[in-house]
């Protein structure tokens, strides 16, 4: 596998750097929104706003018949009358800030990614791929505000606990629209070292280490991970009696303990997979750049690792369960990278921001024949 400097091309640009500001802000600034989501959601705030405005919800109660007003809403939920019918008007006001601060980050967000990106289009700074990106993302925003509510709403009808498969899909969705801007972000500052086997094997490793995620938000949404708290033995067996006993297929999505085995099971097999194809690379390939990023990502997946085991060791307190978030995230950032760097770009952005397509299957041609 040898380096092929006809991709390697510079932006240096004042226009690519406001870009990859902007980008790169807004990943930031998701991931800030995730990690205050989890915070609310771990510290039991997420159902205390029981009204979705998403104009007039910018402006917080001010005075006491404000707050007595949408604590009478909140008194009138599940989990008030089933789980915190003693909480008093000091208390609520906590679990209504946390939620309160969630929604308005989301908010922001969308203000930071809308406003800017609309400047820069009348600049004529945004190229097709990515006004099309952007228009893309927007929907993918306004969806993910809605996906929110939706979610929600399933926690204040009977049972004062949120669909375990609508948490998944919030998640979900938070995390394409992250992983999509990220993309973009990296189109614009780095190069690429196409490489087909890399990128095939971490395409595959890109699929599996969402169906770990969207297992992670299912054991967060059950409340998984507060049973069976202990490593590597389930109950003092490798696979639990418990889920023997179980009738029926759905018991994959829906039993806690189930749903808790298949995610250390598949995290098990995704770390050994990340590592072991790492070393394989690292081995394979003469991109010392590419290697770096490969020990970096086995850090990354073994940091994730270990942080899930001690959330589940210690139950789940509001810290780690953070940071295990914050841990998913860097991972699925680290494989996108190098998904990212070994991909045949379809464009390129040269100085002048000028497009430059590269006919796909010449190229293709071209590092088969370079490769050895
Ligand atoms: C190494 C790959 C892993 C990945 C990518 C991963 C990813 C995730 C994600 C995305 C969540 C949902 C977080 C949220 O919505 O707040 C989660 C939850 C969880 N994971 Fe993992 N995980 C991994 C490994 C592990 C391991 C090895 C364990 C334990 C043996 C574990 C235990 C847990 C627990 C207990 C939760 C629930 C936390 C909560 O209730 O907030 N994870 N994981």
């Not at 001010?62 to 009138?76: M, R, S, T």
């Not at 993309?183 to 890399?198: G, I, K, M």
């Not at 990023?293 to 060791?313: P, S």
């Amino acid at each position: 596998m040898k380096k092929n400097s006809l991709f390697r091309l510079s932006l240096a640009n004042t226009s690519s750097k406001r870009l990859s500001i902007w980008l790169y802000g807004n990943c930031f600034l998701l991931l800030c929104t995730l990690v205050l989501g989890g915070i609310t959601r771990l510290s039991g705030a997420g159902l205390s706003i029981v009204e979705w405005d998403p104009i007039l919800g910018i402006f917080p109660p001010i005075f006491l018949e404000q707050w007595h007003a949408v604590f009478d809403l909140y008194k009138g939920t599940p989990e008030f009358q089933k789980i915190n019918f003693m909480m008093t008007l000091g208390d609520f006001k906590v679990i209504f800030w946390l939620e309160y601060f969630h929604r308005l980050l989301g908010r922001l967000l969308g203000f930071a990614f809308i406003v800017p990106g609309i400047i820069f289009w009348m600049k004529g700074y945004l190229y097709p791929s990515l006004k099309k990106s952007f228009v893309m993302i927007t929907l993918l925003g306004l969806l993910q505000g809605l996906m929110g509510w939706y979610m929600v709403k399933s926690g204040l009808v009977k049972d004062p606990h949120v669909s375990h498969f609508r948490l998944a899909a919030h998640l979900l969705l938070a995390l394409t629209i992250y992983a999509w801007i990220l993309w973009e972000a990296f189109a614009l500052t780095f190069h690429r070292q196409p490489d087909y086997y890399v990128e095939r094997t971490f395409r595959l490793i890109l699929v599996f280490l969402l169906g770990v995620i969207t297992y992670g938000a299912f054991v967060a949404g059950l409340k998984a991970g507060l049973i069976y708290n202990t490593f590597p033995l389930m109950d003092g067996e490798w696979v639990p009696m418990h889920i023997f006993n179980l009738s029926h297929e759905r018991y994959f999505v829906y039993d806690p303990a189930n749903v808790q085995f298949i995610h250390r099971y598949l995290a098990m097999a995704l770390t050994l997979w990340i590592v072991l194809s790492s070393l394989y690379y690292i081995k394979e390939v003469e991109d010392s750049h590419l290697k770096k990023a490969f020990w970096a990502l086995q850090g990354l997946v073994l940091l994730q690792f270990f942080l899930g085991v001690m959330t589940l060791i210690f139950a789940v307190p509001i810290s780690l369960g953070c940071l295990h978030q914050v841990g998913a995230v860097a991972l699925l950032s680290g494989v996108l990278y190098i998904l990212h760097y070994t991909s045949l770009g379809k464009r390129f952005v040269d100085k002048n921001l000028i497009i430059k397509h590269i006919d796909i299957k010449s190229a293709q041609e071209f590092l088969s024949k370079m490769r050895v």
